[in-house]
């Protein structure tokens, strides 16, 4: 069975500063994706970035750009110059082609001016 | 584009009465679609997941089921509501092929009195 691990419950930024949210994961499985949500106040659940297992490049999306060790089992996530919007909990995923994606248990993330 | 619509959006239900929460998606066909609980504003809980038109898989045994009688149409109930049924109901769809990401929809918030 996967697990993931979010180890860091609770995190704070000041605005347009850099924060890093970690995640680990555990499995068997050579062909995996990895993702992670953002889910705002609204609860809302909106992807923020994704990434292949089998590519080696660090997937990014403007502010947004992920640390993916394959080998440690480790897909943390960085937010550059961070936003007031960008408080929501952050939620790391492992996916498995055909199977339900496993969730950690989030990291909520407060961005104060 | 693909939409995923929830129904209703706040929901308050006095113990031991009956559940009927309905997601529908729309502009896809033949999705995979899944019913997640969140409690207290943490992590995902998978309930059930569906891959086609009757065809349920349950993630744990408890006082809910889910049908499916249409390709787009997924349906959560509960013959008598307990107060640990209290939560945050998310549904989601994907493709059903090697890239899973998951679409979620706005989620239903269940308060059991």
């Known amino acids: 069975a996967q697990t993931v691990t979010q180890s860091q419950p609770e995190m704070s930024v000041q605005e347009a500063e850099t924060v890093t949210l970690s995640c680990t994961y555990d499995?068997?499985?050579?062909?995996?994706?990895l993702f992670w949500y953002k889910q705002p106040p609204s609860r809302q659940m909106i992807l923020v970035i994704r990434q292949e297992a089998y590519k080696q490049q660090n997937a990014t999306e403007n502010r947004f750009s992920v640390n993916f060790q394959k080998a440690a089992k480790s897909f943390s996530l960085k937010i550059s110059d961070s936003q007031l919007g960008d408080t929501a909990m952050y939620f790391c995923?492992?996916?498995?082609?055909?199977?339900?994606?496993?969730f950690g248990k989030g990291t909520s993330l407060l961005v104060t001016p | 584009s693909q939409t995923i619509h929830q129904w209703p959006a706040t929901l308050v239900q006095p113990v031991g009465s009956p559940l009927s929460l309905e997601c529908t998606v729309e502009?896809?066909?033949?999705?995979?679609l899944y019913w997640y609980r969140q409690a207290a504003g943490r992590g995902l809980q998978l309930l059930f997941y569906?891959?086609?038109?009757?065809?349920i898989s349950s993630e744990v045994p408890q006082n809910l089921s889910a049908s499916r009688p249409q390709d787009r149409q997924f349906i959560l109930s509960s013959k008598k509501l307990l107060l640990s049924d209290s939560g945050f109901y998310l549904c989601a769809w994907d493709w059903g092929t090697t890239y899973n990401e998951q679409f979620f929809g706005p989620g239903t918030r269940l308060t059991v009195l």
């Open positions: 499995t068997s499985e050579s062909n995996y994706y």
């Open positions: 502009g896809t066909s033949n999705p995979n």
């Open positions: 569906s891959v086609g038109i009757g065809q």
């Open positions: 995923a492992f996916g498995v082609s055909g199977y339900a994606l496993n």
